[in-house]
């Protein structure tokens, strides 16, 4: 995969999930890069930093082909897209406040519309 694909794939999801006022920026990071506390097991596939006052977020994304064999033979949903869609879908999450059920019933239906709009 490469980062134009990448970038093919967060444009693409960010429409399905219907979060068109983030700016998202993405890039691919080596497994070490983001893996990196001893001593702990990690299978971090992907992280996402976000500032919500100014709707802009940074995506980093491990390529499956830098991904140990032990994880991408045990978790195989652990592809670039399903990262993608995942750090995602904090963005949904982290955009509501949570003050009241409507909140978490808004984000619980953009997370439904999307998947049952189906992969395209």
Request: charged share 25%; proline share 4%.
């Amino acid at each position: 995969m490469r980062i134009r694909d990448l970038r093919g794939l967060v444009s693409k999801w960010q429409k399905k999930l219907n979060l068109p006022e983030w700016s998202i920026e993405s890039q691919f990071v080596r497994w070490n890069e983001i893996n990196n506390d001893p001593g702990k097991e990690n299978f971090i596939a992907g992280d996402l930093n976000w500032f919500l006052p100014k709707l802009v977020a940074s995506m980093r994304v491990v390529p499956k082909c830098d991904r140990p064999q032990n994880m991408l033979g045990t978790v195989e949903m652990y592809n670039e897209e399903y990262t993608v869609v995942h750090e995602l879908v904090h963005l949904i999450l982290a955009s509501t406040t949570w003050q009241n059920a409507n909140d978490l019933e808004c984000a619980v239906n953009r997370i439904t519309i999307a998947l049952l709009g189906g992969r395209k």
